[in-house]
């Protein structure tokens, strides 16, 4: 299993857009995927078609994992999603304190899910830190969702200090794959921070997703961008980064096959 | 499939760790754009722009991340900068060999402020610049210089290997 946490230091990115359709751009690329919101928001669900009326998930389930493999929906596209789930004040209140103080709790219930090892786990993260450092603590990867503007290049530190305190070290951890959302190729903003950060992570560490406005017209329609319009320009971008994704993954994976061979 | 340079090559064929090699052009840029919005460079002035290891050399080296501060490998690119300036200012730098064996830091070995930097080449003085941007600041003023002899100095090693 190898678990992607989508992360941002500020809201109104795009995460829960990013992680969604990422997740459909791993399955069309033929891989197994679980799709999980880890946000109260509990909105990654609309992004696959799924009931509005369907008001089960993860919180709902508590912590037993034979009930949240019980909440895992699939998709049209064949994704497995399992939503954060529609809760009360006190049942959200009972679940933030769970995961404030049993450290690696997400990455157990994930672990006892019994998903193949080449399945990717995406996690749809919270802004929220009690979620991030959950998040964080289990992902083998992460991707940082920015826009290309200033008051989201401000919050890149932060969210690099907390990848660094609770990623880095971990045998297990890969690295970080940033992704600039909303492009406007037309705004010297959008090319000059693009080229920035793209020379401090380094370009084969960034991944563009072009402003396109197939992406919220594909949302409307309950569906996937990919699905959508297969010809968009945004349907090339989460294509292109989805195989940054598995390059990188399944290099660490043979690696780590290989070493466990001797 | 990512292609490697001319110049990746060349390094590899000189024994160097093509890792080293760094688009100065793309620095260039990269200067540009932080000059024209200040709240940016204000943040990397905080956090320094850090050069990336490629996946390849951490996928060998360790698994842990992609992503790492300012290699001390990048020696023979800022050698050729440094001798570069030192015929038009009184710079010091250190001991060559000493640089190629690893020794010294290459960013530290030219001692420049921050301040004096932004007072010569920045429309907006105002604007505080770390010493990474002096480094970019260096060369894109003798870019063409530097990347001259760079070229040269590669091919005299190349002859000798």
Excluded at chain 1, 106 to 113: D, G, P, R, T, V
Excluded at chain 1, 205 to 220: F, K, P, R, T, Y
Excluded at chain 2, 54 to 76: D, H, N, T
Excluded at chain 2, 99 to 125: H, M, N, Y
Aim: glycine letters at 4%; a negative charge; hydrophobic letters at 40%.
């Amino acid at each position: 299993m190898k678990i992607i946490s989508v992360v941002s230091g500020k809201g109104g990115v795009g995460k829960t857009t990013i992680s969604a359709n990422l997740c459909a751009a791993l399955r069309n690329k033929g891989h197994e995927v679980l799709a999980l919101d880890f946000d109260p928001q509990n909105s990654l669900r609309f992004h696959f078609g799924i009931n509005p009326s369907d008001e089960g998930g993860i919180v709902s389930s508590g912590f037993q994992s034979s009930r949240w493999k019980e909440s895992i929906i699939k998709s049209n596209d064949g994704c497995l999603v399992l939503p954060f789930g529609k809760i009360t004040e006190s049942e959200r209140s009972n679940f933030e304190q769970a995961i404030a103080t049993q450290a690696n709790l997400l990455k157990e219930q994930l672990h006892s899910l019994g998903l193949s090892p080449e399945a990717y786990v995406v996690i749809d993260t919270s802004g929220q830190l009690p979620f991030l450092k959950q998040a964080l603590s289990a992902a083998n990867l992460t991707i940082v969702v920015n826009i290309a503007d200033a008051a989201s290049y401000t919050t890149i530190p932060m969210i690099n200090g907390a990848i660094g305190q609770y990623c880095e070290g971990r045998s297990d951890y890969v690295g970080s794959l940033y992704i600039l959302n909303q492009i406007d190729r037309s705004r010297q903003l959008n090319e000059d921070i693009a080229d920035i950060v793209s020379m401090q992570v380094g370009a084969e560490n960034i991944a563009l997703v072009h402003q396109d406005q197939s992406i919220q017209e594909a949302l409307a329609c309950r569906t996937n961008i990919l699905a959508y319009d297969p010809n968009c320009r945004a349907t090339q971008d989460f294509s292109d980064a989805a195989s940054k994704i598995t390059e990188v993954m399944s290099s660490i994976y043979q690696a780590s096959a290989k070493r466990n061979s001797f | 499939m990512k292609q490697k340079s001319d110049v990746a090559i060349l390094f590899d064929v000189i024994s160097e760790n093509p890792d080293s090699y760094q688009e100065i052009v793309q620095h260039q840029e990269v200067m540009k754009s932080l000059e024209r919005w200040p709240l940016i460079a204000a943040i990397n002035q905080i956090t320094p722009l850090e050069a990336p290891v490629p996946r390849a050399a951490v996928l060998i080296s360790s698994p842990a991340k992609m992503i790492r501060p300012a290699p001390k490998v990048a020696v023979s690119e800022t050698i050729f900068i440094a001798e570069a300036l030192v015929e038009k200012t009184s710079i010091e730098i250190p001991d060559k060999n000493n640089e190629i064996a690893g020794e010294a830091s290459s960013i530290e070995s030219v001692e420049i402020s921050a301040k004096a930097f932004a007072d010569e080449t920045l429309s907006t003085p105002a604007i505080e610049v770390n010493e990474k941007l002096s480094e970019f600041a260096f060369i894109s003023r003798n870019n063409n210089r530097a990347a001259s002899e760079n070229i040269s100095s590669l091919f005299e090693r190349l002859k000798r290997s």
